[in-house]
C-alpha cells in the first residue's frame, strides 16, 4: 500500500519541504495545502498521515494518534501567526475581528489570549485574508497565519499593531505554543505498523538534517523575493521549535486545558503517541 500523507504548505516546515522534493516522497502518495484543509482531509478518512492544526488532535483524539519527536511550535516569538489590529488589544472589545480561513490552533490560541489577557469577546468572521488588506473595513483587527503572516511580521503596515500570538502565550502561561503536529488515524496505525515507522522516519529524519541542508533548502526558496536569507535562517530552527518534547507537550496540555476552560473543545484530551 502506498501511504497518503499531507504536508503543510507553509515555509514553517522548510525542512520536510526540502527533503520531499529530495527523495523522501518516495513509495508516499503526497497532498500539499493549507492546515485547514489538511485537518479536514483527514478526519475524513482521506489521508492516513498528516500535518494537522494541534488543535485537530483534540478534536478527534478518539480517531488519531500523535506521532513523537516532531511538531511545530514556538518559545517565544513565532513571527507567523499574528494579530493585526487597528486598535491596541486592549480596546477590541466586542469588535469584528477577522480570522484566517487557513488556521485552526491559531483560531483556538487567538480567543484564549483575547479571553484572558485582553477581556475580550469579540464577533469573530473566518474569512479569506490577504497581506495586502490585512484589516479590511468594518473590522478592529485581522488573524494571519504562515507566509503571510511573516510578509506581515517584516513589513507591518502603517498604523497597525501587530501582536504575535506565541509571544502573547509566552507571556500568559510561561510555556511553549504547539500549532501544529503529526497525526496518524488509529486504523492506520493499527492495520500499517511499518508503514507508519517508514512515514515517521521519514518525517523525523528530515528536521533532524535541518542544520546540514539548510543553506541548500534556504537557497530554493529565495528567488521570489519576499523574505532575505537572513529572515528566514533567524525563522527556522530558531522562532520555530520543531521538537515534541517534554517540555513541549506540556505547553500543548496546557493550550488543551485552557481550550476546554473556554469552552472552545468539549473537554482536554489525554495524549496518546503513536508507537513508532
Given amino acids: 500500500m502506498v501511504p497518503r500523507v499531507g504536508h503543510i504548505a507553509f515555509l514553517n516546515v522548510l525542512p520536510l519541504t526540502y527533503a520531499l522534493a529530495h527523495g523522501a516522497a518516495e513509495g508516499l502518495d503526497i497532498l500539499r495545502a493549507v492546515p485547514a484543509q489538511l485537518n479536514d ?67 483556538v490560541l487567538l480567543k484564549i489570549i483575547l479571553h484572558r489577557r485582553y477581556d475580550a469577546a469579540p464577533t469573530y468572521e473566518v474569512r479569506p485574508l490577504t497581506p495586502a488588506d490585512p484589516v479590511p473595513g468594518g473590522a478592529a483587527a485581522s488573524m494571519f497565519i504562515g507566509d503571510d503572516a511573516l510578509e506581515l511580521y517584516h513589513h507591518p503596515p502603517e498604523g497597525i499593531y501587530i501582536y504575535d500570538l506565541a509571544r502573547e502565550w509566552k507571556q500568559l502561561t510561561g510555556l511553549r505554543m504547539v500549532f501544529g503536529i503529526w497525526a496518524a488515524a488509529r486504523s492506520f496505525a493499527a492495520a500499517h505498523p511499518a508503514a507508519l515507522r517508514m512515514v515517521h522516519g521519514r518525517i523525523a529524519g528530515a528536521f533532524r538534517h535541518w542544520a546540514r541542508v539548510k543553506d541548500a533548502a534556504i537557497g530554493e526558496v529565495l528567488a521570489d523575493g519576499r523574505f532575505t536569507r537572513a529572515e528566514l535562517t533567524e525563522y527556522l530552527g530558531h522562532a520555530v521549535v520543531w521538537q515534541l ?26 495524549i496518546e503517541l503513536a508507537q513508532v
Avoid: M
Avoid at 63 to 84: E, K, T, W
Fill in 41 to 107: 482531509r483527514l478526519e475524513a478518512k482521506n489521508l492516513d498521515v498528516s500535518g494537522v492544526s494541534s488543535i485537530t488532535y483534540a478534536r478527534h483524539a478518539e480517531d488519531l494518534l500523535i506521532l513523537p519527536d516532531v511538531c511545530i511550535a514556538s518559545d517565544g516569538d513565532v513571527r507567523s501567526v499574528l494579530l493585526v489590529s487597528r486598535v491596541p488589544a486592549e480596546e477590541i472589545g466586542t469588535q469584528r475581528v477577522l480570522l484566517s480561513d487557513k488556521s485552526a490552533s491559531s483560531h
Fill in 245 to 270: 518534547d517534554a517540555e513541549t507537550l506540556e505547553g500543548l496540555r496546557c493550550f488543551y486545558r485552557y481550550a476546554a476552560e473556554d469552552g472552545l473543545i468539549a473537554r482536554a484530551p489525554a
